[in-house]
């Protein structure tokens, strides 16, 4: 190939890559009509609901980033309880009176398709992640003692560990791990590109400079010991030669001597939870994760079997699982935690909140005595304006109110929350209710 067409061919393959999205994006027109549509109309809102964030804090009126975001039936829901009057601003029900239902689906269409809020350095954080000389200053700059009393307040050790090491085998160790990788991975989460329920919420406060001191400070910690596996073991080989016949490259190639990680991306795996180890792989497989940029964790865990891949989950995994003395919290060992399945469920809560009597408010407020309390009330708990809002008007948690609360909060309370898990299996909402009766 001569240079010309090496350029021309470079350039085809680059624009069927930018083009790629739209064509498999499937536009629905109708949609697409709304939205466009609602756009127009929303011309005026802008008046009163300020594009600029920081104009709109002291009017009272939440800027366009606040209403931008929703999922479409809350914020059709919302329009509608100023149309009934059950929300009663004079400004927004004269707004909604002069809409009809067609212009309040368009409306709902295109504000769910704005991005949410945020300020300005979460702005920046929806760009898909890129290493770029700010981001790579920004991260060597982490400071530990910083991210220690963030991840204190946030509550990421009620997940991962006081010091980066958990005692729940899906809760991925964080001890010793890269600081670039870790940061990398808070910044997917926080932008998208990695799902999972449990890290939505903690990372929506995180800046760049925040998410740089956490990884720091779990950084600063020791990596665990890899179980001892067999000498010449199928796993030892495929982590060390891996296998020419289907154009595998051992692991630690990229991974590092013993699999303790490589500068920048790539993670350490020694040491590391066998389960989770397993799922995070699985989930590459299947497409669930897909946040590595060139897609070498993609190519490498489908060309691997299932066995295969539980046997470089068994090889790389914590030495001391699973039949390790779990510690139990002293939360856990309370006298009153008999209830076994409530108490396995509230493990999907215990991140979050306390239920200790005068314990810290973590990520969320603290729930001891809950029953019979109006909502949003807990002492020196910061809640979302709308839980606030429900509980001057009255809302008390009853199990009822609790049951369709935890269901889904959003649409509970007819409005944002910074609550945004839901706990779907109808048992699991009964066993965490009779689990938490017993802190009241
Ligand atoms: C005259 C000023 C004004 C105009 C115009 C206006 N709004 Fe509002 N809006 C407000 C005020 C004030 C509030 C706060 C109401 C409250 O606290 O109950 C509000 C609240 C809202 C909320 C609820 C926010 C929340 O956190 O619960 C939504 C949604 C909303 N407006 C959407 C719109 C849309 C869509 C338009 C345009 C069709 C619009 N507004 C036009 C003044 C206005
Ligand atoms: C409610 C429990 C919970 C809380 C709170 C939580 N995490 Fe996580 N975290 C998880 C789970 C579960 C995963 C694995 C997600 C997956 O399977 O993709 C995870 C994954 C991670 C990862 C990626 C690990 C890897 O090896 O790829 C990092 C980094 C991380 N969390 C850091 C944090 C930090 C920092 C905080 C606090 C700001 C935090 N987490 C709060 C449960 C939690
Ligand atoms: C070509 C380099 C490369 C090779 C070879 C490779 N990996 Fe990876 N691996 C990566 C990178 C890069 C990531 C992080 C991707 C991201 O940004 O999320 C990763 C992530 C992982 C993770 C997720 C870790 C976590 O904490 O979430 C596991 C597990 C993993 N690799 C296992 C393996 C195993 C097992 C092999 C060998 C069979 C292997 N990898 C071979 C580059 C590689
Ligand atoms: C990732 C963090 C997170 C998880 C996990 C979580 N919550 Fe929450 N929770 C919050 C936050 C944040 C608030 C405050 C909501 C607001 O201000 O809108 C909250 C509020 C609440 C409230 C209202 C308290 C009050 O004073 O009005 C209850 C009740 C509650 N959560 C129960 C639960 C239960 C039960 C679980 C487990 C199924 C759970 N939460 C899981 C973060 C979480």
Same mark, same amino acid.
């Given at each position: 190939?001569?240079?010309?067409?090496?350029?021309?061919?470079?350039?085809?393959?680059?624009?069927?890559?930018?083009?790629?999205?739209?064509?498999?994006?499937?536009?629905?027109?109708?949609?697409?009509?709304?939205?466009?549509?609602?756009?127009?109309?929303?011309?005026?809102?802008?008046?009163?609901?300020?594009?600029?964030?920081?104009?709109?804090?002291?009017?009272?009126?939440?800027?366009?980033?606040?209403?931008?975001?929703?999922?479409?039936?809350?914020?059709?829901?919302?329009?509608?309880?100023?149309?009934?009057?059950?929300?009663?601003?004079?400004?927004?029900?004269?707004?909604?009176?002069?809409?009809?239902?067609?212009?309040?689906?368009?409306?709902?269409?295109?504000?769910?398709?704005?991005?949410?809020?945020?300020?300005?350095?979460?702005?920046?954080?929806?760009?898909?992640?890129?290493?770029?000389?700010?981001?790579?200053?920004?991260?060597?700059?982490?400071?530990?003692?910083?991210?220690?009393?963030?991840?204190?307040?946030?509550?990421?050790?009620?997940?991962?560990?006081?010091?980066?090491?958990?005692?729940?085998?899906?809760?991925?160790?964080?001890?010793?791990?890269?600081?670039?990788?870790?940061?990398?991975?808070?910044?997917?989460?926080?932008?998208?590109?990695?799902?999972?329920?449990?890290?939505?919420?903690?990372?929506?406060?995180?800046?760049?400079?925040?998410?740089?001191?956490?990884?720091?400070?779990?950084?600063?910690?020791?990596?665990?010991?890899?179980?001892?596996?067999?000498?010449?073991?199928?796993?030892?080989?495929?982590?060390?030669?891996?296998?020419?016949?289907?154009?595998?490259?051992?692991?630690?190639?990229?991974?590092?001597?013993?699999?303790?990680?490589?500068?920048?991306?790539?993670?350490? @795996?020694?040491?590391?939870?066998?389960?989770?180890?397993?799922?995070?792989? @699985?989930?590459?497989?299947?497409?669930?994760?897909?946040?590595?940029?060139?897609?070498?964790?993609?190519?490498?865990?489908?060309?691997?079997?299932?066995?295969?891949?539980?046997?470089?989950?068994?090889?790389?995994?914590?030495?001391?699982?699973?039949?390790?003395?779990?510690?139990?919290?002293?939360?856990?060992?309370?006298?009153?935690?008999?209830?076994?399945?409530?108490?396995?469920?509230?493990?999907?809560?215990?991140?979050?909140?306390?239920?200790?009597?005068?314990?810290?408010?973590?990520?969320?407020?603290?729930?001891?005595?809950?029953?019979?309390?109006?909502?949003?009330?807990?002492?020196?708990?910061?809640?979302?304006?709308? @839980?606030?809002?429900?509980?001057?008007?009255?809302?008390?948690?009853?199990?009822?109110? @609790?049951?369709?609360?935890?269901?889904?909060?959003?649409?509970?309370?007819?409005?944002?929350?910074?609550?945004?898990?839901?706990?779907?299996?109808?048992?699991?909402?009964?066993?965490?209710?009779?689990?938490?009766?017993?802190?009241?």
């Amino acid at each position: 190939m001569n240079r010309k067409t090496q350029t021309l061919s470079a350039i085809s393959a680059l624009s069927c890559l930018l083009l790629l999205p739209l064509w498999i994006t499937p536009v629905r027109a109708a949609d697409e009509q709304a939205r466009e549509y609602g756009e127009y109309l929303a011309g005026e809102c802008t008046g009163c609901h300020s594009t600029n964030a920081k104009a709109a804090a002291n009017t009272g009126i939440p800027p366009m980033a606040d209403i931008s975001g929703w999922d479409r039936e809350t914020f059709f829901v919302t329009m509608r309880a100023f149309q009934t009057k059950e929300r009663d601003n004079p400004a927004m029900v004269n707004v909604a009176a002069a809409l009809d239902e067609e212009q309040l689906k368009a409306l709902s269409v295109y504000f769910s398709s704005l991005k949410p809020a945020g300020d300005a350095a979460e702005t920046v954080l929806l760009e898909p992640f890129k290493w770029s000389p700010e981001i790579i200053k920004t991260a060597k700059s982490g400071d530990p003692a910083r991210g220690r009393a963030l991840a204190e307040e946030i509550g990421c050790s009620g997940c991962h560990g006081e010091k980066g090491r958990s005692e729940d085998p899906a809760m991925p160790n964080l001890a010793g791990q890269g600081a670039a990788y870790m940061l990398k991975q808070l910044y997917d989460f926080k932008q998208g590109a990695r799902q999972s329920d449990f890290m939505a919420d903690p990372v929506t406060t995180l800046t760049v400079a925040k998410m740089a001191d956490l990884a720091a400070w779990y950084a600063s910690h020791d990596l665990g010991a890899a179980r001892s596996s067999a000498k010449g073991s199928a796993a030892e080989i495929m982590a060390l030669k891996g296998d020419k016949a289907r154009l595998m490259i051992g692991c630690n190639i990229c991974h590092g001597v013993e699999g303790v990680g490589r500068a920048v991306e790539v993670p350490a @795996l020694r040491g590391q939870k066998r389960d989770y180890l397993l799922s995070t792989m @699985l989930a590459f497989k299947t497409g669930k994760r897909r946040n590595d940029h060139y897609g070498r964790m993609k190519f490498i865990t489908q060309t691997l079997s299932k066995q295969e891949l539980e046997q470089m989950a068994d090889y790389y995994g914590e030495a001391n699982e699973p039949g390790a003395p779990v510690k139990v919290s002293a939360q856990m060992t309370s006298a009153r935690a008999a209830n076994t399945a409530g108490k396995k469920a509230w493990g999907k809560c215990k991140g979050c909140h306390t239920i200790k009597k005068g314990g810290r408010n973590k990520s969320g407020p603290n729930l001891f005595g809950i029953f019979g309390k109006p909502a949003g009330k807990v002492a020196k708990y910061r809640y979302s304006k709308q @839980l606030a809002r429900k509980g001057g008007q009255g809302l008390v948690w009853s199990e009822a109110n @609790l049951d369709a609360w935890l269901e889904n909060p959003k649409k509970f309370i007819g409005g944002r929350t910074k609550m945004s898990r839901k706990t779907k299996s109808a048992k699991d909402r009964a066993a965490i209710i009779s689990y938490l009766k017993e802190f009241n």
